[in-house]
């Protein structure tokens, strides 16, 4: 069965600080793959999503970066933080144009 | 960009069912509707989805209106465990990404 891992599940960075989120996934092969983010009380908001390694498309203009160096692997990146980055990041997995499965998330503040 | 209405919030009695709306009225032929739902402080959980006939399966039913304006999530036996945002979501069949709008609220009252 296919399985995500993210981490960590919780994250206390100073401002200016650099970020690095992973995300793997299990059991699968070339899956698409999505950052989402969540701000305190809202709804979810797609960041980036990939259809394959190396192959990244930006939703919005940001402070942040993805990148995927292997197949099943996705990292979420920052050079600097601002307080405006703090939130709650999801990544998810999708098999083409299937229901995507999402993971348990990393609640990131910027202090 | 969510292409979906649903109410911001619903009450339902624990054991009754809880029947969640969704407006999706410029869906295109191609497009799937999703469903998800959002407990507090986890990530989302795949619920239902479907193009133009009804569907069920172990957690819920959709409904879907013949002209697939609309549809309707429907929780048979709604429990305290069902308490969450429910996210209704359409989708093209060739799409890659997943929009989210702001979902529905569900509280179920003891």
């Known amino acids: 069965s296919q399985t995500i891992h993210q981490w960590p599940a919780t994250l206390v960075q100073p401002v200016g600080s650099p970020l690095s989120l992973e995300c793997t996934v299990e059991g699968t092969s070339n899956p698409n793959l999505y950052w989402y983010r969540q701000a305190a009380g809202r709804g979810l908001q797609l960041l980036f999503y990939?259809?394959?390694?190396?192959?990244i498309s930006s939703e919005v203009p940001q402070n942040l970066s993805a990148s995927r160096p292997q197949d099943r692997q996705f990292i979420l990146s920052s050079k600097k933080l601002l307080l405006s980055d703090s939130g709650f990041y999801l990544c998810?997995?999708?098999?083409?144009?299937?229901?995507?499965?999402f993971g348990q998330g990393t609640r990131l503040t910027v202090v | 960009d969510a292409k979906t209405t649903q109410p911001t919030s619903m009450d339902c009695a624990e054991g009754r069912a809880a029947n969640l709306p969704c407006n999706h009225s410029?869906?295109?032929?191609?497009?799937?509707v999703y469903w998800y739902r959002q407990i507090h402080s986890q990530g989302p959980q795949y619920i239902i989805h479907g193009l133009k006939n009804n569907e069920t399966n172990e957690m819920a039913s959709l409904i879907i209106t013949e002209d697939r304006k609309s549809s309707t999530l429907i929780l048979p036996h709604a429990t305290l465990r069902d308490t969450a945002v429910y996210y209704c979501?359409?989708?093209?069949?060739?799409?890659?990404?997943?929009?989210f709008g702001t979902g529905t609220s569900l509280t179920v009252i003891p």
């Open positions: 979501i359409v989708r093209p069949s060739t799409g890659n990404q997943f929009y």
């Open positions: 998810a997995w999708s098999q083409r144009s299937n229901e995507a499965f």
């Open positions: 410029t869906i295109s032929g191609n497009e799937y």
């Open positions: 990939s259809v394959g390694i190396g192959q």
